[in-house]
């Protein structure tokens, strides 16, 4: 005989009341949150315009050095490929080496915010003219849902991505990027396309393509709050990527636990010697 383990609980009329109670207090915690997501964003798009005087600056530094230096470089490695390195050193995905050869192209990558009528940003890929495509950016735009659901509001928890488009590359030798079969390997302009949800979650498409669609909008904010600001220390290698914390967190662990090694045998030794 089948059991549920899950049932729901049994409340007096008197605890149902206080726990309505309680529900209410909760839903307005939540009205809270979101007005003060709406400040914030409010808040980072009055500062857009200071922080892109400041890349600004960034990108003539790296102008000036490309011109100074140009022929010089070493690929991949000097100054000149900057975001080249920025991307390898912090994007998770996969950059084929002929990715690479377009990217040295790559001139700088900026974030553009849009408050009204949508919440949403813009992750703008800029590029110097190049033989491989006539786009001088390219862009991948993700929107934000920042209202909890009308039909259940309690489970608001906070803003969250909940669609991306990007854009459509004008490749000059279309069929020199075409993928010739299934088996040829990803390319990081793969960005630029991403998969349609299926609107039937019974779709047998729809777990996969929803886990690409859930990796792809983490991507999207780590591009906009990590990279961008400190892609310096990212070009440096002085920043791990976003998948290194977890690994951090378990070298302090160990250099803890070999202190309290070192620690217990130091007052072994002094017993002994006593």
Sequence with gaps: MHVNLQQTPKFTEDEKKTIDDLKELYLETIHLDVALQRDIYNLEKAFEDRHNVIF?????????????????????ENVSHFWLKVLKSSYTEFISKKDEKILTHLNDIRARIYNEPTVKFDIEF????????????????????????????????????????????DWKSPKDHDKKDDMEQSSF???????????????????????????DFELGFYLKERVIPKAVIFFTGEIADCQSSSDSETETDDTEDESDVEGEEEESSNGTDK
């Design 189 to 215: 302009f793969d960005f630029f396309t991403p998969p349609i949800l299926p609107d039937d979650s019974e779709d047998p498409n729809y777990c996969d393509i929803n886990a690409i669609l859930q990796n």
């Design 56 to 76: 600004e600056k960034r990108k003539k530094i790296l102008e000036d050095f490309r011109k100074q230096n140009h022929g010089d470089s070493t690929p991949n």
């Design 126 to 169: 800029h590029f110097d003219p190049n033989e491989y495509f006539s786009n001088s950016y390219l862009t991948k735009t993700y929107y934000l849902n920042c209202l909890p659901d009308a039909d259940d509001p309690l489970s608001y928890d906070g803003a969250e991505i909940f669609k991306c488009e990007g854009c459509v590359i």
